[in-house]
């Protein structure tokens, strides 16, 4: 509540929030665990939480407990859309944008933001289109950004998809091992 409060009180036109998921382990077998996913720590049971963060303040907004053995995209769907309300509730004049990584990219979530009228920004998985990845991989001029950094732009849209979208593709140099 606090952080709605204040987010309200410093009247910005603009709330960015970022998604992402956390794996917190345990040595003991705690209600709602489960051995899952784990680089760091192979069999461990864990929770595996999802953040909604406060880009421009830091603060966690709120979070979703799961238990470890759970794919990203569960229950986020619905989490995100619980977020954008309680923000838009308490902050109905700012724009609202929304940051996530692959693991969340579906076609549900895409589409609940564009109804809601949220911005986003979500990374896209190449697996799932390889006509998008051809493009890149073909791809001649690129315009450079930073030290090892370029990117181009294009309007693009899977065949299924009602709409086309801006993507940014970024590419890093990665120095040869």
Same mark, same amino acid.
């Given at each position: 509540?606090?952080?709605?409060?204040?987010?309200?009180?410093?009247?910005?036109? @603009?709330?960015?929030? *970022?998604?992402?998921?956390?794996?917190?382990?345990?040595?003991?077998?705690?209600?709602?665990?489960?051995?899952?996913?784990?680089?760091?720590?192979?069999?461990?049971?864990? /929770? /595996? &939480?999802?953040?909604?963060?406060?880009?421009?303040?830091?603060?966690? &907004?709120?979070?979703?407990?799961? =238990?470890?053995?759970?794919?990203?995209?569960?229950?986020? @769907? !619905?989490?995100?859309?619980?977020?954008?309300?309680?923000?838009?509730?308490?902050?109905?004049?700012?724009? &609202?944008?929304? @940051?996530? *990584?692959?693991?969340?990219?579906? *076609?549900?979530?895409?589409?609940?933001?564009?109804?809601?009228?949220?911005?986003?920004?979500?990374?896209?998985?190449? !697996?799932?289109? =390889?006509? &998008?990845?051809?493009?890149?991989?073909?791809?001649?001029?690129?315009? @450079?950004?930073?030290?090892?950094?370029?990117?181009?732009?294009? *309007?693009?849209? =899977?065949?299924?998809?009602?709409?086309? /979208?801006?993507?940014?593709?970024?590419?890093?140099?990665?120095?040869?091992?």
């Amino acid at each position: 509540a606090q952080v709605l409060e204040r987010l309200q009180a410093s009247g910005v036109t @603009r709330i960015t929030l *970022d998604f992402d998921g956390s794996v917190l382990s345990t040595t003991r077998r705690a209600e709602g665990t489960a051995v899952g996913f784990n680089k760091a720590k192979k069999g461990r049971r864990s /929770y /595996y &939480l999802l953040f909604c963060t406060v880009a421009q303040t830091g603060q966690v &907004l709120d979070l979703l407990h799961r =238990p470890g053995n759970v794919h990203d995209s569960r229950g986020a @769907r !619905q989490f995100i859309l619980e977020c954008v309300d309680l923000v838009r509730q308490h902050c109905p004049g700012a724009i &609202l944008e929304v @940051r996530m *990584d692959s693991a969340f990219f579906s *076609d549900t979530i895409v589409d609940a933001l564009e109804a809601k009228g949220v911005e986003f920004t979500i990374s896209v998985p190449f !697996q799932r289109f =390889p006509l &998008l990845k051809e493009q890149v991989e073909s791809r001649k001029r690129w315009k @450079r950004c930073g030290k090892g950094l370029s990117f181009f732009e294009l *309007d693009w849209k =899977p065949k299924k998809w009602s709409r086309r /979208y801006r993507f940014f593709v970024i590419r890093k140099e990665v120095p040869e091992q």
